[in-house]
């Protein structure tokens, strides 16, 4: 184990199941906040909304311990929280945007995700979050029902896991000592530019509209015709994606 930073607890494992499971297994032991790790390969990589995650060798697979103070529902910022810090760490490279809620994309196509796991503690406060970050940089999968993109080699997962850790320690920084509104705003700045046509696949069906921005609570404002919709939860397809299934 190397220090990178002065918060982190570094950690690399050749392969293992999921860095996820891993910070997970150790946030329920008691581990302090600040663990974080990275492999070359997992074997039972997880992807939001219960999928797998395709982990091959040369993309990353980024995942960390964290234990902020506040209410079970800002879970999600930290997954804003986290594309920021992503966007940033990347920012030598044209064309990456953040989609919402966790999606980081390459020209429109996905490049990668963020998963949130978190806990609560018994007065419904977050007991841990973990950050979980795979990031296409050697190949873009196929057969997701979207459309892929990867970095072609350009960058290692061991150079730019330090960076994307170094910028969420200093957005978690801002958090403790001002909020979420400056990272809010962030976000904005690395989005898809307002008005982008999407569509959003909740429980009760598929809503159209363009993007409008997010709410302070992190939710998706989509503009539906008369009237602008939030969202707090829900997948996200762009006319490029493949339809998507009913
Ligand atoms: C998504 O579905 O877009 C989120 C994917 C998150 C994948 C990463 S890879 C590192 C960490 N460990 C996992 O098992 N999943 C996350």
Redesign the pocket.
Known sequence: MTAKAAFWRFATYDQI?????LCRTLAEAGEPEGFAVL?RQ?T??????G?S?D?QRGN????LLLRPIGPAREAGLWALLAGVAIAEALEGFDGIQLKWP??ILLNGA?L????IDAATNDSGGLAWVVI???LNLAHAPEGLGRATASLEGRITPDTLAPLILERISHWRRVRILEGFADMRAAWLQHALPKGTMMQIRIRRGVVSGTFEGIGEDGRLLLHTGERVQGFSTGEIWLPQDPEPSA
């Open positions: 199941g999921s860095t996820s499971d492999a997992q039972k990589g997880r992807g939001s909304r999928r995650w982990s990353l697979f980024l995942s966790n999606d996905k990668g995700g963020v998963l979980g970050i795979g």
